[in-house]
């Protein structure tokens, strides 16, 4: 394991350009995968149904005759969630009242405010109407997606939460059927892949065309959510999961070796990173990893990502520290310090940060409350975490009296003349309260 996690140093002359060649093995979509993507999309927005059933039963090993065996009867839930393993019931309840008690902080209300001359200027606030969630099945289920996603959408107010979910070879996680219950789910389809993105962005004659397209998916999901964005609004262009994690030597190494790995095991292109201003620390991680690693299940999946894109990068000062943390701008950050206040105030990208050593990236994917869904690949340093806000729309409200009317067209005239738009110009002057105010024979007041 040691000679497999590189090591790198903020002092050494390469450094920046090494950092770089760390970064760009973040994943992107192959060629491949946009051309099968596409031909899917297609497929699904010109024939629909007929589609659907087709790649469905190409794709996830159904054999579905109609595209109403896509859909989930109350009675198919309620047979599902029967085998639901009883100690789960309790956390699955307990995460989601922890997720909709954040989320619920989270609203955005509307406003408005009146000017002296009467003009009114306000936002409304609205939520959508349909919102499509996307979960993965099969083995690889996600209950802890489901809450995340249609928890703040309900919050939101969306009227109809429709939900997709792959059943490979008729596979279902009773987990995360029991979880849509939780979370309000209002219809479930078990379709998959780019196949269920398309059928939400466009809808066919048995799945309902939604407004936007929320939640993680394998490379083809991304693929059809990039393509299909415009059709629909989408959450993310999501790409494989990261963290980063600062630590001194005041924690114990083994907890740094198993955060790193927590993240590693979701795939062989997720990425753990760990910064220390320690050597010994560099090397008592490195121990602890190859001490920690026989013993789990996924070591094989862990052991490619670590070797492939991890890294244990040494610094010599918490600010060099925050400088490779922003750069980075990684999808969790944990700050595993014994004073992490001043080095918190320092970082400015990350999609979550996790303070204090007890402060487990792990908890912030099942329960903590806020969101899990995060930008990755350095979008943290433009977009947000999911949340309520990604469920409602703003619209802006302007009512003008007639005062604030003849006061805004002295504005917005010569501006639009400026820029060669003379109707936009006669329609301002309409509303000047001075006949004379619009030149002869260029219209009335």
Not at 275 to 297: A, F, G, K, W, Y
Not at 360 to 389: I, K, M, Q, W
Not at 398 to 408: F, H, K
Request: charged residues 25%; contains cysteine.
């Amino acid at each position: 394991m040691n000679r497999m996690l590189r090591e790198l140093d903020f002092s050494d002359p390469g450094f920046d350009r090494a950092l770089s060649g760390l970064l760009d093995r973040r994943e992107s979509i192959a060629a491949d995968i946009e051309t099968a993507v596409a031909r899917i999309v297609a497929g699904i927005r010109d024939r629909g149904d007929s589609a659907l059933v087709d790649y469905t039963r190409k794709l996830d090993g159904l054999d579905v005759h109609d595209a109403s065996d896509l859909e989930l009867s109350p009675a198919d839930m309620d047979s599902i969630a029967a085998v639901l393993d009883p100690g789960l019931m309790a956390p699955l309840r307990a995460a989601a009242a922890r997720i909709r008690a954040f989320h619920e902080r989270g609203q955005q209300t509307s406003w408005q405010y009146t000017e002296s001359d009467g003009t009114v200027l306000g936002q409304r606030i609205t939520p959508m109407e349909k919102v499509g969630i996307y979960v993965p099945g099969g083995k690889a289920a996600y209950p802890s997606s489901v809450l995340m996603t249609a928890i703040p959408a309900k919050v939101a107010g969306v009227g109809e939460v429709v939900m997709t979910v792959p059943r490979p070879r008729g596979e279902t996680n009773p987990a995360v059927l029991v979880a849509a219950s939780l979370a309000g789910v209002d219809r479930i389809f078990t379709i998959g892949g780019a196949q269920a993105i398309a059928s939400l962005a466009y809808g066919t004659e048995t799945v309902p065309a939604v407004d936007k397209i929320v939640g993680p998916g394998n490379a083809y999901v991304a693929a059809a959510k990039k393509r299909v964005f415009g059709k629909v609004g989408i959450d993310m262009i999501a790409g494989p999961s990261e963290v980063v994690v600062i630590c001194d030597e005041t924690v114990d190494p083994d907890w740094v070796a198993m955060d790193l790995f927590a993240q590693a095991e979701h795939d062989e292109n997720a990425q753990s990173i760990a910064i220390t201003n320690s050597s010994h620390m560099v090397q008592s991680i490195l121990d602890s990893m190859s001490r920690l690693l026989p013993d789990l299940e996924r070591r094989e999946i862990i052991q490619k990502s670590i070797a492939a894109q991890g890294a244990v990068i040494r610094i010599g000062s918490w600010d060099e520290a925050a400088e490779v943390a922003n750069r980075i701008a990684p999808e969790h950050l944990e700050l595993m310090v014994d004073n992490p206040g001043p080095l918190l105030d320092n970082i400015t990208h990350a999609g979550a940060i996790f303070v204090g050593k007890y402060s487990a990236e792990v908890l912030g994917d099942y329960c903590a409350g806020p969101n899990h869904v995060l930008p990755t690949a350095g979008t943290a340093r433009f977009s947000s975490p999911l949340g309520v806000y990604d469920f409602q729309k703003k619209t802006s409200i302007i009512q003008a009296s007639p005062a604030g009317a003849d006061e805004m067209a002295r504005t917005a005239a010569p501006l639009a003349r400026c820029e060669g738009l003379t109707a936009h110009e006669r329609s301002a002057k309409y509303r000047l309260r001075q006949p004379d105010s619009v030149d002869p024979g260029k219209g009335r007041t």
